[in-house]
């Protein structure tokens, strides 16, 4: 477990933040057994190179190869739980003026227990979109509503422009950040008295450049990871251990200063 003096100093500093941003990773669903990208790349697919399955190429080539692999990887996500990392997170924004989540995981788990302003930089594992985003930039679809569609067929033409292909709405390798959450995640970063960093190695950008920016615009950075990421040496708090664990623990000393 963390040092107490240490987790009683990232409280402190936590319990007075005005603006806290909260930006996770993968390591964040780790306990809820989420498979990160590359441990699902086991069994049948083992035999691919992400790069074949994680490109809007791939897609062009191979729509339903691409499509049933993010079906496959829904299917790995269907019987998975948030955990009390996510649900210690949530309960931040009963005690603080300004939460924001920013999160790489497109397991859609911080809005299933209830945070109301999360920034998906990466997507949403369980949303669709056209492929041409024909009505805007995203045109979202629900494939649940497309009768005609049989879901062995691979992916659906997209209702509206009935050309595209409907494809899952994730980021992929060789494809930029959606625009308007990286912007905003970008101001917020810099606008940020407290930066809370939960299970990210800090190497894929530029979502991991968003913790520069908050230390340089003068926030304080906390850390929690049960190994030293590329973020650490610039973190001021390091509280080492898993997320599900520590996160609780941390919540409740906020609380404790808060409603002293
Ligand atoms: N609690 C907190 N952190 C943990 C835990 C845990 N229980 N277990 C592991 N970690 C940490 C690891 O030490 C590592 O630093 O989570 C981090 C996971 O790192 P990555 O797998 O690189 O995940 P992430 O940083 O989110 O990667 C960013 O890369 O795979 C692509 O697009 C994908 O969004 C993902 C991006």
Known sequence: MVDDNHLQKAAEVIAGSERL???????????????????????????FDPMKLATPQAFRQNPKLVWDWYNYRCELLADKLPNPGHYAVAELEDLLPQVVV???????????????????????LKRDKCFANCRGN???VDVTQLSAWD?????????????????????WFNESLPYHELTRATELS??????????????????????????????TLVEINPNP??????AHYFLQGPSGEIMPHLVKRIRELLTR
């Open 190 to 219: 810099r606008q940020a008295d407290v930066m809370l960093i939960i299970g990210t190695s800090g190497v894929v950008w530029p979502a991991a450049g968003l913790t520069v920016e908050a230390k340089q615009a003068g926030a």
């Open 102 to 124: 920013i999160t790489q995981n497109i397991d859609g788990f911080h809005h299933e227990v209830g945070s109301t302003d999360v920034i998906c930089l990466h997507g949403d």
């Open 151 to 171: 879901p062995e067929s691979g992916p659906p033409f997209c209702p509206y422009c009935e050309e595209a292909y409907v494809r899952p709405d994730v980021v």
């Open 138 to 140: 995203p045109t979202y």
């Open 21 to 47: 941003v909260v930006f996770t990773g993968a390591g964040m669903s780790k306990e809820s057994g989420v498979p990160t990208f590359r441990d699902a790349l086991d069994g049948l697919w083992a035999q």
């Open 229 to 234: 990421s590329e973020i650490t040496p610039i």
